[in-house]
């Protein structure tokens, strides 16, 4: 840099008039090559091809940076699950998180995130994945939290608001109504104004609202234009409705098409200038795109950059130590606990230690995490649950029986005291869809990645939709022998989302566990021998049938949400489930008295006593759930609009209150595009599930 070179790097301390004077200094400063440079990704195929296709081995540029003026540059690292990038913390992923219920503890999870990613050299975190679980097929259901809006933004914005605390950009992702993941690249959502705004955009508005730095875009079509460059999305709703003062920036390849995303609000094309880059600096020049479009996403992706590098750091370096630390392994086995749902119990449960156990299912001694795509964490270990076992039993449990031998498997569970059956899917049957064809290897290439090593470079297709809802066969097989075989047996379900399993009854227990992390294996064993009390929730509803579900294609070109799905999609037709939205079962039992509500001019305050009637303390998890007078419009039977964890000791009680805003009250009216409040009574249900039988009602007048 010479001495006539104006230096706008940042340094701690600065205010918001010195950020805003750097950013306008650095906008007259870069010439439009060098603007236009600040909104793309640079160098992530031939860091790819330098790592052999290895996710995350090195930070990524992600937009911004001007080497000359010394502007900021923003390093990307991904993942829902922990830091893709090096060996970091692997946490059960954010569906198992999102049946923990726990803010609080999503908070800290995306705080050890945040330390973890400066750690390593970045700075813009991906981790946030709300998209709304409208069909339990799709392939990264494991990503998001639930099936319902309230919940995500709960989640989401906890998950968020952690991250930042080390002054890391969260991105929340994937902008918007992405929920099928074949063809994710083509298919066009049409959707109405009202379903829209009330059950696809209210999870994105509260994480926004929370503070996040940046948006991502999906990939899909909404109303004919892809969602990277959609005006209606990116600067009519976004900026416009929502105040969004941040960043967007696109999907990984193929987010945008047309320089002209731009101009509909797109600041950032990741993860290299394809359709940015030149072309964006030639319809500028033609007169195309105004230069004032390139000043206003400049504008916001340096005042992201100056304001979380000049903020003062919790603390004064990040190291490695602070990667998969022992608190962040402990917070991973914590998190594991928390979020495994105990969905049914014949007293089985829990263990005792002096049972003798047999263990089923080759999902028993697989480190199995998740999937293969972005969402990749390479952790020091894996726990797995024969592995978990046996330390937690001190010895060496060998597999009784698998898949692959049912006359084994059989006469092993006829001999059994109690047997454990691991079963569930792995990232052959669901995960994020990686076409063969964007591998950066050629055919001469010497050693192919590793299977777990990221999305790209394997050269066949990976991942996707699940079009089945079901165990695999042979899964399913091994449950039926060893359940006709032995009554003591115990079923773990490792999944990312529903599972329709019409062979519960036969089992003695059920304990869905989902993809529970590096820790996952420790966690199963003190959950199974009651050191660990069960206290997670179904973050969705799982049906008796695949007809009870919305229409779902993965390889649809096109495709119209509507208003309903899951628990409110099931409550419309009077379909009972085969477990509801918010079950879960404790080695305790909880009851609830007491329920009162009344009209504040805030919006609603309701309170409901909790009693511990059992003999060991639990966690319960509080439901309250509005239903609407549904007189002027459709209204789903009910709606979540609060949730919180209580722990009780045996015998004990606690007053919970809940506060329900105006806001959460409101329904969009199409004709005059605003929020209005139906008059009318208002139904208060609170309780332990969705289940209506398991609900207190009180009704209040607004």
């Not at 603007?35 to 937009?63: C, D, H, I, L």
């Not at 829209?196 to 234009?225: I, Q, W």
């Not at 898949?403 to 059994?416: M, V, W």
């Amino acid at each position: 840099m010479s001495d006539t070179t104006p230096d706008f790097a940042p340094r701690k301390g600065l205010n918001e008039i010195d950020i805003s004077e750097m950013v306008e200094g650095v906008i007259q400063s870069a010439t439009l090559e060098e603007k236009v440079a600040m909104m793309s990704g640079r160098g992530f195929m031939e860091s790819m091809q330098r790592t052999n296709n290895q996710w995350g081995a090195e930070p990524y540029q992600a937009g911004g940076g001007c080497e000359r003026l010394g502007a900021p540059t923003f390093y990307f690292t991904d993942g829902p699950r922990g830091v893709a990038r090096g060996n970091s913390t692997c946490f059960p992923a954010t569906m198992a998180r999102g049946a923990s219920w726990d803010r609080d503890l999503e908070q800290r999870i995306g705080e050890a995130m945040g330390k973890e990613i400066r750690a390593q050299d970045c700075n813009l975190s991906g981790a946030v994945c709300i998209n709304l679980l409208r069909h339990p097929g799709w392939g990264r259901a494991q990503e998001t939290y639930g099936e319902d809006p309230y919940h995500l933004g709960e989640m989401g914005a906890a998950l968020s608001t952690g991250i930042q605390t080390h002054n890391v950009a969260a991105t929340v992702k994937h902008f918007a109504v992405n929920s099928i993941e074949n063809s994710r690249f083509k298919v066009n959502v049409k959707i109405d104004d009202r379903t829209l705004r009330e059950v696809y955009l209210p999870h994105f508005k509260r994480v926004v609202d929370s503070g996040c730095s940046t948006v991502m875009s999906a990939y899909n079509k909404m109303n004919g234009e892809y969602c990277g460059q959609n005006h209606e999305l990116l600067t009519g709703i976004l900026r416009g409705e929502w105040g969004f003062e941040g960043f967007v920036h696109s999907d990984w390849i193929f987010g945008v098409y047309k320089p002209y995303g731009a101009a509909a609000g797109l600041d950032v094309e990741t993860p290299e200038p394809i359709y940015f880059g030149q072309n964006l600096i030639k319809s500028v020049k033609k007169g195309a795109i105004a230069p004032s479009v390139i000043d206003t996403a400049c504008r916001r992706i340096l005042t992201t950059a100056y304001k979380i590098l000049s903020a003062e750091d919790p603390f004064d370096t990040y190291t490695m130590d602070m990667v998969a630390n022992e608190e962040h392994i402990l917070l991973a086995r914590e998190a594991a606990e928390k979020s495994a749902v105990l969905l049914t119990n014949n007293g089985i449960l829990p263990l005792q230690k002096a049972s003798e156990i047999s263990v089923f299912g080759s999902l028993a001694t697989v480190a199995n995490t998740g999937d293969h795509g972005s969402s990749t964490v390479r952790p020091p270990h894996v726990i797995t649950p024969l592995q978990g076992l046996s330390a937690y039993l001190e010895k060496d449990l060998a597999l009784a029986g698998d898949e692959t031998d049912l006359e084994q498997a059989a006469a092993a569970a006829r001999n059994a005291e109690v047997a454990i059956v691991i079963v569930g899917t792995t990232a052959d049957d669901e995960g994020e869809f990686i076409p063969g064809n964007l591998s950066t290897q050629t055919e001469s290439s010497g050693n192919k990645a590793d299977e777990n090593s990221g999305p790209l470079g394997s050269g066949k297709d990976r991942g996707g939709d699940r079009r089945k809802l079901r165990l695999p066969d042979p899964q399913q097989a091994l449950v039926d022998t060893v359940t006709e075989n032995n009554p003591n047996t115990i079923v773990v379900l490792v999944c990312g989302s529903a599972i329709i399993c019409d062979w519960a009854d036969k089992a003695g227990a059920v304990l869905q566990t989902f993809y529970a992390g590096m820790e996952g294996g420790a966690a199963l064993a003190n959950l199974l021998y009651g050191d660990v009390n069960p206290s997670g929730k179904l973050p969705f509803s799982v049906a008796h049938s695949e007809e009870d579900y919305p229409f779902f294609d993965p390889d649809a070109d096109e495709i119209e949400y509507g208003p309903l799905h899951g628990y409110t999609l099931l409550e419309s037709t009077n379909t009972a489930p085969m477990f509801r939205f918010g079950h879960g079962l404790s080695y305790t039992q909880f009851g609830y008295r007491a329920l009162k509500a009344r009209r504040t001019p805030e919006g609603i305050e309701a309170e409901v006593t909790l009693v511990n009637t059992g003999n060991v303390a639990g966690t319960e998890i509080v439901q309250l759930y509005i239903g609407f007078p549904g007189d002027l419009v459709y209204r789903p039977d009910k709606l979540l609009r609060g949730f919180e964890r209580v722990t009780l000791d045996a015998g004990t009680r606690k007053t919970i209150r809940f506060q329900v805003p105006v806001k959460q009250l409101k329904y969009y009216d199409s004709d005059t595009r605003s929020w209005r409040i139906e008059p009318g009574a208002h139904t208060i249900h609170v309780g332990g599930s969705s289940d209506p039988a398991a609900l207190l009602n009180a009704k209040v007048s607004i």
